[in-house]
C-alpha cells in the first residue's frame, strides 16, 4: 500500500505561482499514475489534473488548463503541481491521488493523501 503526502500549500495574492508537491511510500511512485484534486468548504471534491506512470500522458480539467503544470520525478518518488497566474477561485484544499490508472485516477482513485491548503487572497 501507499502513503501519500502532499506539501507546498500556502497563502498567495492573485496572480502569484505555487508548486505543490506529494511524496510516496511504502511503494514506489513509478507504480502508480497519479492525480491532483482540490475541494472548497461546502462544495463536492473536483479532479484538477492527471499523468501517466512514465508522465508522457497529461490531463487537466478546463479551468486551469494553460496555468497549472503537472510533472513527477519517479526517480525521487515525488509528484508535483505548478500552479501559476493562480485566481481567488484556485483557493481549496489540494489532495494528491494515486491508481492503477489514468482512467481511475481521474475518476476513482484508491489512495489519498490529507491535503494542502492553497488560499489566494484579492
Known amino acids: 500500500q501507499v502513503q501519500l503526502v502532499e506539501s507546498g500549500g500556502g497563502l498567495v495574492q492573485a496572480g502569484a505561482s505555487l508548486r505543490l508537491s506529494c511524496v510516496t511510500s511504502?511503494?514506489?511512485?513509478?507504480?502508480?499514475?497519479m492525480g491532483w484534486f482540490r475541494q472548497d468548504p461546502g462544495k463536492e471534491r473536483e479532479f484538477v489534473a492527471a499523468?501517466?506512470?512514465?508522465?508522457?500522458?497529461?490531463y487537466y480539467t478546463d479551468s486551469v488548463k494553460g496555468r497549472f503544470t503537472i510533472s513527477r520525478d519517479n526517480a525521487k518518488n515525488t509528484m508535483y503541481l505548478q500552479m501559476n497566474s493562480l485566481k481567488l477561485e484556485d483557493t481549496a484544499v489540494y489532495y494528491c491521488?494515486?491508481?492503477?490508472?489514468?482512467?481511475?485516477?481521474?475518476?476513482?482513485?484508491?489512495?489519498w493523501g490529507q491535503g494542502t491548503q492553497v488560499t489566494v487572497s484579492s
Open positions: 499523468i501517466s506512470r512514465g508522465g508522457g500522458t497529461t
Open positions: 511504502g511503494r514506489t511512485l513509478a507504480d502508480y499514475c
Open positions: 491521488a494515486a491508481a492503477s490508472t489514468t482512467y481511475t485516477v481521474r475518476f476513482s482513485p484508491e489512495y
